[in-house]
């Protein structure tokens, strides 16, 4: 009984430790094209990393799942938001491949 305690124990501190960083899904549902990154961090906050190109400049988050998405081993899906000249281009989730 005391294994299962400590387990869970350390699940939840896990999930509660992984979700701190992150920002609900849904606050991106609120992203347009054409918005300001000022308007964007101030939506869905400051990005987690940053990659720039010429001209171009893209922003990682890290976003929880809504409930009933989430498993034990994933809580939480990255999303893209890219700017050109300062303002969104194009936005999403990050499965795997890298926006251009």
Known sequence: MKRVS????LVLSATAI???CAAPARSLDQIR??????????TIGPPQTVA???GKECAYYTMLKD??????WSVSDRYYVCY?????E???KV???APQ
């Open 18 to 20: 992984a979700g701190g």
């Open 90 to 92: 194009a936005f999403g």
């Open 52 to 54: 720039h190109s010429p």
């Open 33 to 42: 094209p054409g918005m300001s990154r000022q308007e964007v961090q101030s």
């Open 67 to 72: 409930f009933w998405s989430r498993v034990p």
């Open 95 to 97: 499965d795997g491949a």
């Open 6 to 9: 400590l387990v869970m124990s």
């Open 84 to 88: 050109d000249a300062g303002r969104v």
